[in-house]
């Protein structure tokens, strides 16, 4: 062949290469045929409850069901669902479980709740925050010395990681969060200019940094055994009292005695209004802005008195009850309802209660340590 019908040839395969590419490898493709974005568009829609079994599809499958692409897909077309946490005592050591629905009774009657990876430290006394995807477990202490560290558990991925220190160390500290970031308040003795300076600490995911928060001396107490996030301002309930700090207008306060003398065990603040139980073990709700107490009617011959052990949360704007019941033989059984409330106009509040089963068995001596709902 000459120079001139090589060059020919040259070109003619490269034109039909550019009008007709050659076909995609199938090995490349999660589906034969189909390309990568429009399964995971697919993907995304599908419940998150299924994941487990498609990661096992195969290895491709396994990486994409735990990409970070997903889990962006899923938030850019609103798919994400809210899943219940659990953190439980069983005799000297902490385990994590998780629900992977709305309503887990549908999902697994038999096993609806799944075992998280145990945390590299297992702390005393944290505190507790949920932003995004990701649960906070800050401070605690470890043989009685208190802790500056916080894990992080990244739910999309099912893992922890280390996350940046505190200033100072602090157990039984109170914590929410406001307007994208942790607020940190007390679990510390104010014995140092450190401790003092940074009674109080704010955590910024953005920049990774922890912040002090100004503080006068006479809020400052030692323990705190509750807390709440109520319209942008931290509630945080100490041993005696409590304290109140306006994240909007950086102002501190004490707490209502009316608000102190209700708050009983772990609330959850719904539509504004903090609910816990009372010492007659029935549910009520608090009113901020009017500075009462209200039972919540509608719901007394669905649940037990709750004297000890219950913990509430916030589940996609219902309240989420979480709590222990003495099982059969050498077990306790960790019950859930899930209650829809709201306020009847007259300023009653009612609820309704949607679902209510044993989520888990487990031996006796174990204990609820927090619940916490996180949506990815």
Not at 189 to 200: E, L, P, Q, T
Not at 231 to 237: E, K, L
């Amino acid at each position: 062949m000459n120079a001139t019908a090589t060059a020919t040839a040259a070109a003619t395969t490269t034109t039909t290469s550019s009008i007709h590419p050659p076909p995609p490898s199938s090995e490349s493709q999660l589906i034969p045929n189909l390309p990568d974005d429009v399964f995971l568009n697919c993907l995304a829609r599908i419940p998150r409850s299924h994941y487990p079994k498609l990661s096992l599809v195969c290895q491709s499958w396994h990486s994409k069901v735990n990409s970070s692409a997903l889990f962006t897909t899923r938030s850019l077309l609103q798919t994400t669902q809210t899943s219940l946490y659990l953190n439980l005592r069983i005799n000297s050591s902490f385990y994590w479980y998780t629900l992977l629905s709305n309503c887990p009774k549908r999902i697994n009657p038999q096993k609806p709740i799944f075992p998280l990876p145990p945390i590299p430290t297992q702390p005393v006394g944290p505190a507790f925050a949920v932003l995004g995807p990701k649960i906070y477990v800050i401070g605690g202490s470890v043989n009685e010395i208190p802790l500056n560290c916080m894990w992080v558990y990244d739910c999309r991925f099912n893992r922890w990681e280390a996350g940046p220190r505190m200033k100072v160390g602090r157990e039984f500290a109170a914590a929410g969060v406001v307007n994208g970031r942790i607020y940190v308040v007390g679990g510390c003795v104010v014995d140092s200019w450190a401790r003092s300076m940074n009674w109080a600490e704010v955590f910024d995911p953005v920049t990774g940094l922890w912040a002090p928060v100004p503080s006068p001396i006479e809020v400052r107490e030692k323990w705190m055994h509750a807390s709440a996030v109520v319209d942008g301002r931290v509630y945080a309930m100490a041993d005696r009292g409590g304290v109140v700090y306006d994240v909007g207008v950086g102002k501190w306060g004490n707490v209502s005695k009316r608000l102190d003398l209700g708050w009983r065990g772990r609330a959850a603040v719904v539509g504004g209004v903090l609910y816990c139980y009372d010492f007659l073990g029935k549910i009520r709700g608090f009113d901020v802005e009017e500075d009462v107490w209200k039972e919540l009617k509608g719901i007394g011959k669905g649940l037990p008195r709750f004297l000890c052990g219950a913990t509430m949360v916030n589940f996609n704007g219902r309240l989420c009850v979480v709590w222990e019941r003495k099982g059969s033989g050498k077990e306790v059984e960790i019950m859930c309802a899930d209650i829809e409330v709201w306020n009847d106009g007259d300023g009653m509040l009612n609820g309704r209660i949607l679902w209510s089963d044993v989520i888990l068995t487990v031996p006796n001596g174990a204990a609820i340590v927090h619940c916490m709902a996180a949506e990815f």
